[in-house]
């Protein structure tokens, strides 16, 4: 695996910027988790007056070999039926990207089916889909090697057009099985609390994916270590945005986390290099099961709490406003010293 150059964001600059934050003409920590957004954007911009360019959302698609074991409400077929409904802009993703004005950027990474080049989606198959966790690793070492490598070019090729805000969104049937699986062995909270309904399951279907989950930690004979915890258990998909996201903090971006999928990648991400959870803004509580619980555990303190649990980097995007706020609150907003305010 390549290695990241992350650092902590200096907090040199952090007191300059609460008592810029404090003398705004308002009661100091009126503005609530503005003024703390606003302060965290500041450090990792290590400016006094940030800004945001050019917002991007890259949503990663592949599938997943436990899909097989029934964990799922939705077909295994619906992921390559999606890609078609992103690139018309049908999903609920392209309605919000449009709304607040970010562009799309689309991979995929390892949908099982055949693509025609198609405007809009970037071909980046490693292979179709990975293999059932259930009897071994999803991947091999070269593949989740490929797939952190494909992450980091995307998210160059978002930088290099001028983004410094950045939102990851996914497609993949199956893939909260695997975003459990990491939740519980990175943070030590039992299976059964990780395990929802992920697209719909019911009690009885989610009572079935715990047992096959339970059966598939059973059954794992690695060594533990991060890396081979994410590449047994993960997803392509999910791979490339840990990747993704480990990029985005080297350029100093500012990182929006989605959902609970997403929540476990910056979770794994963290396990690689724990700098890069200095950049991350959580975008909202879901209500995927596990996802209150995961967010505790980082301490993390969501803009949003609005019981999505669609994905695609939908509740991300559903956040940006308070993100634009929080800078606009920092950089327009007068001081009580120019406005003549005792």
């Known amino acids: 695996m390549r290695s990241f150059a992350i650092k902590e964001t200096d907090k040199a600059l952090s007191e300059a910027l609460i008592d810029k934050i404090n003398n705004l003409t308002k009661p100091k920590g009126s503005l609530g988790l503005l003024e703390k957004t606003a302060h965290q954007i500041g450090l990792i911009q290590q400016t006094l007056s940030p800004e945001l360019r050019n917002p991007q959302n890259i949503i990663f698609a592949a599938d997943h070999g436990i899909v097989k074991e029934g964990v799922s409400f939705s077909a295994p077929e619906v992921t390559a039926q999606m890609i078609f409904n992103f690139i018309k802009g049908g999903a609920g993703v392209n309605m919000f990207s449009r709304q607040h004005h970010f562009e799309i950027k689309l991979v995929d990474c390892g949908v099982n089916a055949d693509f025609e080049p198609m405007e809009g989606l970037i071909d980046r198959k490693i292979r179709k889909g990975t293999s059932n966790y259930l009897y071994e690793a999803a991947m091999t070492p070269e593949e989740f090697d490929r797939a952190i490598e494909i992450g980091v070019e995307i998210v160059d090729m978002v930088y290099d057009e001028g983004s410094n805000v950045v939102s990851f969104g996914e497609m993949g049937i199956a893939n909260t099985s695997s975003s459990s699986m990491w939740m519980t062995c990175f943070t030590d909270i039992p299976l059964k609390e990780c395990v929802g309904a992920g697209s ?115 509740g991300a995007i559903c956040a940006y406003p308070i993100v634009v706020s929080a800078v606009r609150m920092i950089n327009e907003m007068d001081n009580f010293a120019h406005a003549a305010i005792t």
């Open 200 to 314: 719909g399951l019911d009690n009885a279907g989610i009572r079935h994916k715990y047992e096959i989950l339970k059966q598939a930690l059973d059954n794992y004979r690695g060594d533990g270590s991060p890396r081979d915890i994410i590449r047994h258990f993960g997803g392509l998909e999910m791979v490339m945005a840990i990747g993704a996201m480990l990029q985005a903090a080297e350029l100093k971006m500012i990182i929006l986390v989605d959902g609970f999928i997403m929540t476990n990648c910056i979770l794994a991400a963290g396990k690689l290099h724990p700098e890069v959870l200095d950049y991350a803004i959580f975008g909202h509580c879901g209500d995927e099961s596990g996802h209150k619980l995961l967010l505790e555990k980082l301490n993390a303190n969501p803009l949003l709490h609005l019981g999505l649990r669609l994905g695609e980097g939908t």
